[in-house]
């Protein structure tokens, strides 16, 4: 089994049709914490499958995607996320992907 990481995921899109196409494609790899920005538990081929998601969705000259590595999702979520006002906790299991 492959080791599976914590991303967050973050976008700004400028288009309307393309914000909306993005946050009905992400939710497949993860959870919304925020408007556009979501947790994804994945492996590495699933990391790449989403990566592959962006990259057909977006367009790269006005859009701007950040996938930043949280680590192993082994560790405790209270230690890599700090919240001020209301907290959004991680979700206890991995993405489903469709």
Known sequence: MMKRRRYLVCY???DPDR??????????????????VYICDLDLMERVQLISMVRDTI????D?????????VSRT???R?????????????GATIW
């Open 77 to 79: 979520p209270e230690r």
């Open 81 to 93: 996320i700090e919240w001020v006002g209301r907290a959004y906790p991680p979700p206890d299991v």
């Open 59 to 62: 367009n790269q000259n006005e």
């Open 19 to 36: 914000l909306a196409r993005m946050g009905r494609r992400i939710i497949a790899y993860g959870y919304r914490m925020q408007y556009s």
């Open 64 to 72: 701007s995607v950040a996938v930043i590595d949280l680590g192993d």
């Open 12 to 14: 700004d899109i400028s």
